[in-house]
């Protein structure tokens, strides 16, 4: 565990890092992952949630972005939660300079932070001298936009019971889900469709989207969809919930009338929501 950022009545925020294994040129080298961590003051043991924010500009983000704020509220409530800040952020090694290699590794980097957590106590240790534990067999994940596809294939590739929240998640299928957002780009897109289309020369696209894996899951998820969001279209997310129901997979839903893509003006009903969640998969 690193520097703290802040503290407060009921917990501390403050910088941890670790470390993914990267392969370059055939060989493997470590690359570190800063991130956020918030913990509550009180002596106890604590389950954790991995946070996983969505699409944020390198230039305006600071760590924490897209999930500080309701990361604070869980740990308020007794939850330790982790948010990495993903490679090429905060103060992370940068990622791969390959498009679709710098993709696919803000999964890896999921994986390993999830992967890394029964190490968790003895940062805390070192940190709250044995004060604060975390319980490495209740972990569940939060997942927004972005965020939500990546806490999607990780259930997949794990398949572990991992509760999961997913806000606004994109869940189109892989290419679609990236492309759909280029009109945003300075060149529409140009660039990326062409990355895309020399991808799709090489390897199966239909195996590296998320939506062809959904019965791979085994872990409850509670969706939670702005109607009002110009971002994630009302009807993906619509979509998510019946293919994952066609599955009889565990899934609540939850839509939010005149509500943007960060659940405004329906925040504290979703972050009241996804709290009970958690208190029933992870505090019982």
């Not at 493997?28 to 003051?41: A, D, F, H, T, Y």
């Not at 090694?93 to 803000?106: G, I, K, V, W």
């Not at 806490?151 to 806000?167: D, F, H, M, Q, R």
Request: net charge negative; charged share 20%; proline share 4%.
């Amino acid at each position: 565990l690193g520097t703290a950022l802040e503290e407060k009545e009921n917990h501390i925020s403050q910088m941890f890092y670790y470390t993914i294994r990267d392969v370059i040129n055939g060989k493997n080298r470590e690359k570190k992952v800063s991130g956020l961590i918030n913990v509550p003051k009180k002596e106890g043991i604590y389950s954790v949630i991995v946070m996983l924010r969505g699409f944020v500009p390198m230039e305006t983000y600071a760590t924490g972005t897209g999930t500080k704020r309701a990361g604070e509220v869980f740990a308020q409530n007794n939850f330790i939660t982790l948010a990495p800040d993903f490679l090429g952020y905060g103060v992370s090694d940068n990622p791969s300079q390959n498009s679709m290699e710098e993709r696919f590794q803000t999964y890896t980097t999921a994986l390993t932070l999830l992967s890394s957590l029964e190490n968790l106590n003895s940062g805390l240790e070192a940190s709250y001298s044995g004060r604060i534990k975390a319980d490495s067999a209740k972990v569940g994940i939060w997942g927004h936009s972005n965020g939500g596809q990546i806490a999607l294939s990780v259930l997949e590739i794990t398949g572990k019971n991992y509760p999961t929240v997913l806000w606004a998640p994109v869940s189109k299928p892989f290419p679609y889900s990236i492309l759909y957002f280029t009109d945003e780009f300075d060149d529409h897109g140009k660039a990326l469709r062409k990355i895309v289309a020399n991808f799709e020369k090489d390897y199966d696209i239909e195996q590296y989207s998320a939506s062809n894996f959904y019965s791979w899951i085994n872990a409850p998820i509670e969706i939670h969809q702005g109607i009002a969001d110009n971002a994630v279209a009302l009807k993906w997310s619509d979509q998510l919930v019946s293919d994952l129901k066609k599955l009889e997979k565990d899934v609540m839903y939850f839509t939010y009338p005149q509500a943007d893509h960060n659940l405004s003006p329906g925040w504290d009903e979703a972050v009241e929501r996804s709290l009970n969640f958690y208190r029933k998969y992870l505090q019982m």
